[in-house]
């Protein structure tokens, strides 16, 4: 069986940190090769990726979008096939918790939410990390929860330079895309 993970969020808000940290210290995992497309500043220019194999059976492509507005398209794209039609089998919304950033989450969930429609979180499972809890402008739980309207998804407050619970939110989402898939609710 084979996954589509994207993490998904505003630029700069961990997305590439949190899949290096499982990368480089989540053991009992067989991991691929992470593949890096950054640009001239260091920051994500399309897409990062990394394979992730739990069993020889069950597989997971782990991919984080580019954040910043002008790859928009990108991050469409990399949610759909060829054909328009959505791609994707689970989604990790990596939100950034400082307030000054709040306006970049509304409108980088509003924009996932247009493109996958009624589908996310129903047909497509999303897991949201709230990340860069440790900052000393970082917005509460109970503030990003109901200003983002994600009361019904699973929340994980993270910081993913130290791997704080960066692992606990993969695995609820691969938990939910593996369940989705073969109970098909």
Same mark, same amino acid.
């Given at each position: 069986?084979?996954?589509?993970?994207?993490?998904? $969020? +505003?630029?700069?808000? $961990?997305?590439?940190?949190?899949?290096? @940290?499982?990368?480089?210290?989540?053991k *009992?995992?067989?991991? *691929?090769?992470?593949?890096?497309?950054? $640009?001239?500043? !260091?920051?994500?220019?399309?897409?990062?990726?990394? +394979?992730?194999?739990?069993? /020889?059976?069950v597989?997971?492509?782990? #991919?984080?979008?580019? !954040? =910043?507005?002008?790859?928009?398209?990108?991050?469409?794209?990399?949610?759909?096939?060829?054909? $328009?039609?959505?791609?994707?089998? !689970?989604?990790? #919304?990596?939100?950034? &918790?400082?307030?000054?950033?709040?306006?970049?989450?509304?409108?980088?969930?509003?924009e996932?939410?247009?493109?996958?429609?009624?589908?996310?979180?129903?047909?497509? +499972?999303?897991?949201?990390m709230?990340?860069?809890?440790?900052l @000393?402008?970082?917005? &509460?739980?109970?503030?990003?929860?109901?200003?983002?309207?994600?009361?019904?998804? +699973?929340?994980? /407050?993270?910081?993913?330079?130290?791997g704080?619970?960066?692992?606990?939110?993969?695995?609820?989402? =691969?938990?939910?895309?593996?369940?989705?898939?073969?109970?098909? #609710?």
């Amino acid at each position: 069986m084979h996954f589509k993970i994207v993490y998904y $969020g +505003p630029t700069l808000s $961990g997305k590439t940190t949190a899949l290096k @940290w499982l990368y480089m210290n989540v053991k *009992g995992l067989k991991k *691929g090769k992470f593949h890096e497309l950054k $640009g001239s500043d !260091g920051r994500t220019l399309f897409f990062d990726y990394l +394979p992730i194999s739990t069993t /020889e059976n069950v597989i997971f492509d782990v #991919f984080t979008v580019a !954040g =910043a507005r002008r790859h928009r398209v990108v991050r469409q794209a990399l949610l759909r096939d060829k054909d $328009g039609s959505i791609s994707v089998d !689970g989604i990790v #919304f990596v939100v950034d &918790s400082s307030r000054r950033r709040i306006r970049e989450n509304i409108e980088c969930l509003k924009e996932l939410r247009e493109v996958l429609g009624d589908k996310l979180g129903k047909e497509i +499972p999303i897991v949201f990390m709230l990340n860069k809890q440790d900052l @000393w402008d970082a917005m &509460s739980k109970k503030d990003l929860v109901r200003i983002l309207d994600i009361e019904d998804f +699973p929340v994980v /407050e993270t910081v993913a330079v130290r791997g704080k619970q960066v692992a606990k939110a993969f695995m609820m989402c =691969a938990r939910e895309v593996i369940l989705k898939k073969l109970y098909k #609710f």
